[in-house]
Nanobody, 117 residues
Framework: QVQLVESRGGLAQPGGSLRLSCVVHGFTFSAYGMSWARQAPGKGLEWVSGITSNGGDSYYADFVKGRFTISRDNGKSTMYLQMNSLKPDDTALYYC??????????WGQGTQVTVSS
């Protein structure tokens, strides 16, 4: 059974940092690109960032470039999203997704990130 389990998100102040993780069960993690998506209140889903299967290449949406860093540990079947310089506009439900561009078919349950003073 495939499961993508995100860590708990949390509350951060503007300018602060949070780190998300996603542990994958049920498929060969190291064989697939992975990505993060988010959905802000009242808005549609957005692709945030993707990373290739071996972690050698990573890609970012313009609105997080330079602030967020995606990474993975294939030995632990885990993907990470380090979020720095957070803005209130980053408030959203964040999802771990299989596939480089949220196109692999498997989604986590989502974790809430709130940026507020």
């Amino acid at each position: 059974q495939v499961q993508l389990v995100e860590s708990r998100g949390g509350l951060a102040q503007p300018g602060g940092s949070l780190r998300l993780s996603c542990v994958v069960h049920g498929f060969t993690f190291s064989a697939y690109g992975m990505s993060w998506a988010r959905q802000a209140p009242g808005k549609g889903l957005e692709w945030v960032s993707g990373i290739t299967s071996n972690g050698g290449d990573s890609y970012y949406a313009d609105f997080v470039k330079g602030r967020f860093t995606i990474s993975r540990d294939n030995g632990k079947s885990t993907m990470y999203l380090q979020m720095n310089s957070l803005k209130p506009d980053d408030t959203a439900l964040y999802y771990c997704v299989s596939g480089l561009y949220n196109d692999g078919g498997y989604w986590g349950q989502g974790t809430q990130v709130t940026v507020s003073s």
